[in-house]
């Protein structure tokens, strides 16, 4: 069965680090997801990606954030300063259309030190 | 952001009962799915609802659309200790899905 898949599984990170999280999507998936998880709470939206260019963004989504789509098949969320508080997972997700099922990844464990 | 009020936040049941679980918001969605998260792993989708008043299921998961569109429950029949772990609906408004604060629930066998 088709599956989105995430590098890396976990980074540790000193704080002010860019860092960069990667995402194959599902292939014949047109909308892209960044989600993202603080440990012990709830999955926040952080953006979404169609046509490649982000179509909606959340209040977390700020300067700091940005998503490219630099090939066919890879999917991308670059952090350019990281923060202590930007320690979370971190889901990239995809979806065949709009408001349809979005299937996630296994997630890449960010910490930052 | 919009919130979708889960419920119960915990659980705690013995083997072989069911569970029922919902989801409401003021706001009026066109689909509810439901995830179920492993600790460490990312959600997997269990079932998704298209249509007010649709009533799915998916082997010993049945989920509801609510008539209102603003609700939706999840019931599971006959718990195993494998159906451990936090369930979450999201619903979505355009291209962004929200998520539920989560039920977390523990199978005593």
């Known amino acids: 069965e088709p599956e989105v898949t995430q590098t890396p599984s976990h980074q540790v990170t000193q704080m002010g680090q860019e860092v960069i999280l990667r995402c194959v999507p599902i292939?014949?998936?047109?909308?892209f997801y960044w989600y993202r998880q603080i440990l012990g709470q709830k999955v926040e939206f952080l953006v979404s990606?169609?046509?490649?260019?982000?179509?909606?963004k959340s209040e977390i989504f700020d300067d700091q954030f940005s998503v490219e789509r630099p090939d066919g098949s890879n999917f991308t969320l670059k952090i350019r300063s990281t923060k202590l508080e930007d320690s979370a997972m971190y889901f990239c997700?995809?979806?065949?259309?709009?408001?349809?099922?979005?299937?996630f990844g296994e997630g890449s464990w960010l910490t930052v030190v | 952001g919009q919130q979708l009020n889960q419920s119960p936040q915990s659980m705690f049941i013995q083997e072989g009962e069911d569970v029922s679980m919902n989801c409401t918001s003021s706001?009026?969605?066109?689909?509810w799915l439901w995830y179920k998260q492993d600790p460490g792993e990312g959600p997997v989708l269990l079932i998704a609802?298209?249509?007010?008043?649709e009533l799915t299921s998916n082997g010993r998961l049945t989920a509801q659309f609510g008539i209102t569109r603003k609700d939706s429950f999840l019931n599971i029949s006959a718990s195993i200790p494998s159906d451990v772990g936090i369930y979450f609906c999201?619903?979505?408004?355009?291209?962004?899905?929200?998520f539920g604060t989560g039920t977390s629930l523990t199978v005593i066998p």
């Open positions: 999201a619903s979505n408004t355009g291209n962004q899905f929200y």
């Open positions: 292939s014949n998936h047109l909308y």
């Open positions: 990606f169609y046509n490649n260019e982000i179509s909606e």
């Open positions: 706001s009026i969605f066109n689909t």
């Open positions: 609802l298209y249509k007010a008043g």
């Open positions: 997700a995809s979806s065949w259309t709009s408001g349809n099922t979005i299937y």
